[in-house]
């Protein structure tokens, strides 16, 4: 089974985010809900999971604060 968004259902990119982030219904200290955030434009089919995991490292190698992150370090639209 692909993650490109071309070989996946959006079922399918969904249960791939969570089976990769563990508990999604735990709420650790709020990061789970970011993390979720911060996936659902490729749950949605608009970004590659690559993409998006290469934007949050570039902001946390840059420092750049750009917009308010939250504790996890990530960076909501």
Same mark, same amino acid.
């Given at each position: 089974m692909g993650i490109l968004i071309a070989e996946t259902t959006k079922q399918e990119r969904e249960? =791939?985010?969570? %089976? *990769? =982030? /563990? @508990? =999604? #219904? /735990? *709420?650790? %200290? !709020?990061? $789970?809900?970011?993390? =979720?955030? $911060? &996936?659902?434009p490729y749950i949605d089919g608009e970004k590659e999971i690559r993409d998006i995991n290469m934007e949050f490292?570039? @902001? &946390?190698? *840059?420092? #750049?604060? /750009? *917009?308010e992150k939250n504790g996890c !370090? &990530? &960076?909501p639209e």
């Open positions: 249960k =791939i985010v969570a %089976d *990769s =982030i /563990g @508990n =999604i #219904d /735990g *709420s650790c %200290d !709020g990061c $789970m809900a970011g993390l =979720i955030e $911060m &996936y659902q490292r570039a @902001n &946390y190698v *840059s420092g #750049d604060d /750009g *917009s !370090g &990530y &960076y």
